[in-house]
Nanobody, 123 residues
Framework: QVQLVESGGGLVQAGGSLRLSCAAS????????MGWFRQAPGKEREFVATIRWNDGSTYYTDSVKGRFTISRDNAKNTVYLQMNSLKPEDTAVYYCAATTRFIATRRDRYNYWGQGTQVTVFS
């Protein structure tokens, strides 16, 4: 079992920045990669970014490339999502997730999920 707790969400003006954190605990040895997803009202949960614990390799959805950066601190079992140049369309609940796959972008590939943190971007 892996427990994930997100933090860092909030209200920010368009063009601003936020950094989300995801603290992992439990059987983290079984997790090979971490991901960030987001879900806006009335929409499906969508992939944002993922990172592998071992080598730090990353992958991003096109809409956030160049603006968001995913990173990890292995010693702290923590994953971050630095969000810059935020847009109103980035408004969503952001979820941290863990997968036993080497890397994944599909929701059903992730085994554990946090409770989410709200990000609201206003213009």
């Amino acid at each position: 079992q892996v427990q994930l707790v997100e933090s860092g969400g909030g209200l920010v003006q368009a063009g601003g920045s936020l950094r989300l954190s995801c603290a992992a605990s439990g059987r983290t040895f079984s997790s090979y990669a971490m991901g960030w997803f987001r879900q806006a009202p009335g929409k499906e949960r969508e992939f944002v970014a993922t990172i592998r614990w071992n080598d730090g390799s990353t992958y991003y959805t096109d809409s956030v490339k160049g603006r968001f950066t995913i990173s990890r601190d292995n010693a702290k079992n923590t994953v971050y999502l630095q969000m810059n140049s935020l847009k109103p369309e980035d408004t969503a609940v952001y979820y941290c997730a863990a997968t036993t796959r080497f890397i994944a972008t599909r929701r059903d590939r992730y085994n554990y999920w946090g409770q989410g943190t709200q990000v609201t971007v206003f213009s």
